[in-house]
């Protein structure tokens, strides 16, 4: 699949925009643009290791950069011509992704989990640009806060709709943007939706009894794909470093 030889809706590449969000993979003019392709590669290497396929991007409390680590990670992948990427808005509490990218038509993740909207009707895509966003990446975004989201993770719909998602559009790597994992009880609601979690921890915000009680509520059988500490205070820092 190139998410552009399907019928997705195409969205223009506004750099601008891009960049007063730090979507710092877009242009790479910042050098903490190296630590995404860091993450990138590794993830990859470890997915392909396990047969895994689905990762839950989330962070143990607000304001730690989860949204930006997920779209920087997503269009870093999207440089992988041969590596298929979705990236899903599964922050349905507080969406955020399309205002990151730009996305000025957003769609309702509740209709698609609920089986009302098809994957084509809900994800959209980069159209040409000379960023070298590639083709296959594949975003769904979402306007509709919805207040029962774990409830909703619990539904057969949903299970049904991330199936067909899988087959329609054969994604090598998805990826779930979640809300804080403390914060609300979403994360551990879609658990079975996802194969491993990536924690995104804040230098100047998270302590380590966050970590520990994060992984203590989703279990022991969780995949802790890795960390990625965002060095500087709140969402909008640039500053990224990984590890396992």
């Known amino acids: 699949m190139a998410a552009r030889g399907r019928n997705l809706d195409m969205m223009p590449v506004d750099v601008p925009h891009l960049e007063r969000n730090l979507v710092i993979t877009a242009s790479r003019n910042e050098p903490a643009h190296g630590a995404f392709d860091v993450l990138r590669t590794r993830l990859v290497q470890t997915l392909l290791e396990h ?6 991007i989330t962070s143990p409390t607000r304001n730690c950069g989860k949204t ?5 990670l997503a269009i870093s992948l999207s440089r992988y011509e041969a590596s298929r990427t979705v990236l899903l808005d599964l922050d349905m509490r507080n969406p955020s992704v399309a205002g990151v990218i730009g996305d000025t038509r957003p769609g309702k993740m509740g209709d698609f989990l609920r089986g009302k ?3 084509e009707e809900l994800l959209v895509t980069f159209d040409h640009n000379s960023l070298n966003i ?11 806060v919805e207040p029962y989201a774990s409830e909703l993770a619990h539904e057969p719909s949903t299970a049904a709709s991330l199936e ?29 939706h996802f194969d491993g979690v990536l924690m995104v921890v804040s230098g100047g ?13 989703m279990g022991e ?7 990625v500490l965002n060095q500087a205070e709140g969402e909008d820092g640039s500053d990224y470093s990984y590890g396992d």
């Open 51 to 56: 047969n895994w396929k689905r990762v839950a």
């Open 205 to 217: 915000e998270t302590r380590p009894d966050d970590m520990r009680e994060v992984m203590r509520r």
């Open 221 to 227: 059988q969780t995949p802790l794909l890795g960390v």
């Open 134 to 144: 590639g083709a296959s990446l594949a975003i769904g975004t979402n306007h509709v």
């Open 117 to 119: 909207l098809s994957a």
């Open 164 to 192: 067909r998602l899988m087959a329609e559009m054969d994604p090598d790597i998805l990826l779930f943007d979640m809300p804080p994992a403390l914060a609300f009880d979403d994360v551990i609601a879609f658990r079975k």
């Open 68 to 72: 930006f680590t997920a779209v920087n």
